[in-house]
């Protein structure tokens, strides 16, 4: 049968097989799309179908990992001297509420209201404090330099910690990062 394969495909046949056949074979089945786009941003897609179909990632953009969105410096070697730098950036309430975040996070996303958080670190201000707090940490993370990227929205974001507007989140990887820096 793979003889018959080879062969078709020097002769320049269409070649269909069930998808059980292809998966035995060791034969990747590539499904035909047809997807429309603005005409002004053809070449943009393009860039971005070439990226995916090479599987390469675009060093602008977050990286997309099981557990959440996370700034695509983390899974780099570089990653935990960022971190430290990051972390001597943050003021001491700032580390008080990510100690918080990162202390709370294990193995999968932990989520916060920011009512917990406020609480958990005694704020007197409550979740208009936390929210003031991460304000500044904010700041921090453009005063290390750190990149931001445009989420969905069309917003600028960091990816330390997400915000949905009713909780806050950590993933693991970010959290084991900044753990270790706040160790240091």
Known sequence: MLQ???TGLLLGA??????HVATYLGV???????????????AEFQIRFGEFMANATDPDAPSLLPS??????????????IAATLWEKISL????????????TGDE????LPEEIAKAISHPKGKSGVAGILGGVGKAIRRAGLPMYTTP??????????????????TPEVARLLRTAARN
């Not at 929205?153 to 950590?170: A, K, P, Q, T, V």
């Open 109 to 112: 996303t932990a989520h916060f």
């Open 153 to 170: 929205r069309g917003n600028s974001w960091h990816y330390i910690w997400d915000w949905d507007g009713e909780r806050y989140s950590m």
């Open 93 to 104: 309430p700032g580390h008080e509420v990510l100690l918080h975040l990162i202390r709370a």
């Open 14 to 19: 269409k070649l269909e097989m069930p998808t």
């Open 4 to 6: 018959l394969l080879l």
């Open 28 to 42: 990747q089945m590539l499904i035909p799309i047809t997807v429309h786009v603005p005409e002004h941003r053809v």
């Open 68 to 81: 959440g969105i996370v700034p695509s410096w983390v899974e780099t070697d570089e990653a935990p001297a």
